[in-house]
């Protein structure tokens, strides 16, 4: 059973940075894709960024740019450092690890709030 813990999430002005990072409780970083995703009041769930296995990585129109995601398979940790962040970046955000048999692990989410 794969865990995965998110931290970083917090208050931030508009155009401030964030970092998020997510440990994951096993060495899956090398085999897995990793992901996150966030979730607005009364909207659905959505892909921000991935990366898998290999290193490529994938970012929603709207964060190009702004986030950029990235691993570190020796933590066993996913950051998305975000950066010039906005009133609409305001969400839950979610790590997500997708096995190669598409087996798929959520965390618990942290919530990053962009107000000034």
């Known amino acids: 059973q794969v865990q995965l813990v998110e931290s970083g999430g917090g208050l931030v002005q508009p155009g401030g940075s964030l970092r998020l990072s997510c440990a994951a409780s096993?060495?899956?970083?090398?085999?897995?894709?990793m992901g996150w995703y966030r979730q607005a009041p009364g909207k659905q769930r959505v892909l921000v960024a991935n990366i898998i296995n290999s290193g490529i990585t994938n970012y929603e129109d709207s964060v190009k740019g702004r986030f950029t995601i990235s691993k570190d398979v020796a933590k066993n940790t996913v950051y998305l450092q975000m950066s010039s962040l906005k009133p609409e970046d305001t969400a839950v955000y979610y790590c997500?690890?997708?096995?190669?048999?598409?087996?798929?692990?959520w965390g618990q989410g942290t919530q990053v709030t962009v107000s000034s």
């Open positions: 096993s060495s899956i970083l090398r085999f897995y894709s």
């Open positions: 997500n690890a997708i096995s190669p048999s598409v087996i798929t692990y």
